[in-house]
């Protein structure tokens, strides 16, 4: 889908698209769509909303029907909901509802980071998923990441050190060089470490646009749990906002 997607973000809401793998099959309502259908439309408006958050723009409940299921409007709700948890997991966007029940929709960038405003380039959605899981796993191994666990976890997305990325290049340098020239991870030698060893913690623009608590919903989100479900988390979570709110009110 990503890659897909950055071929067409120029070229603004079509009704017609080609059939891509959804990752979701499963479906239910009054009447089961064909499942050709079913890809048909949710890619449709997985495209659809990619380009209005491109384009910073809000849509509507009536927008989302005319552009992407005329002919379906009572699977509406089924087709929403994947295509939210397909955002979700797979670009860090996340659909929020403006004044309900309005049937207006801002679409928000996970963990409120802003790297593909920085960037904007036509993979700069899909990169910023990327820093966000890099992100989550710090905060998870005690909010510093060896480099082994942080390869790990890009292993598991098929992203490898020295192998070439259709979506981030060269992935060494984008996340040894550029997230951290961007600021937001940083990338050192582990002290006394003999050979060097290195790890990665968050920078300082990740600490300025982001909290360890939006970091553990987000990852409970993911997972289907609740986020007092990981307690050490929690509790370090919880703390760091404490910690933060106090020092905004010391500096009122």
């Not at 079509?14 to 309502?29: A, F, I, L, V, W």
């Not at 723009?57 to 994947?82: G, R, W």
Request: net charge negative; hydrophobic share 35%; with cysteine.
């Amino acid at each position: 889908m990503a890659s897909n997607y950055n071929g067409q973000s120029g070229q603004g809401p079509s009704k017609e698209h080609e059939e891509r793998p959804c990752p979701s099959q499963d479906q239910e309502g009054p009447q089961a769509l064909p499942l050709e259908v079913l890809h048909k439309k949710i890619d449709a408006l997985v495209d659809f909303l990619l380009y209005k958050y491109s384009n910073k723009e809000l849509t509507t409940k009536a927008e989302m029907l005319y552009f992407c299921m005329q002919d379906y409007p009572e699977h509406f709700s089924v087709i929403f909901n994947k295509v939210s948890d397909c955002l979700y997991m797979v670009f860090g966007i996340d659909i929020k509802e403006v004044d309900p029940p309005g049937d207006v929709y801002a679409l928000l960038p996970v963990l409120g980071l802003t790297y593909n405003e920085i960037v904007g380039d036509d993979h700069s959605i899909a990169k910023t998923s990327l820093l966000i899981m890099i992100i989550t796993v710090i905060f998870r191994t005690g909010n510093c990441a060896s480099e082994e666990v942080v390869w790990l976890a890009l292993n598991r997305m098929q992203v490898y050190d020295g192998v070439q990325h259709l979506i981030y290049g060269d992935p060494r340098k984008f996340i040894t060089e550029d997230l951290v020239q961007e600021g937001y991870l940083e990338y050192r030698q582990v002290p006394n470490s003999d050979p060097p060893c290195y790890e990665f913690l968050w920078g300082p623009r990740t600490h300025a646009e982001t909290t360890k608590m939006k970091v553990l919903e987000h990852l409970a989100k993911v997972n289907r749990r609740d986020p007092w479900s990981y307690p050490l988390l929690y509790e370090e979570a919880l703390r760091d906002q404490q910690e933060a709110a106090h020092a905004r009110g010391v500096g009122l």
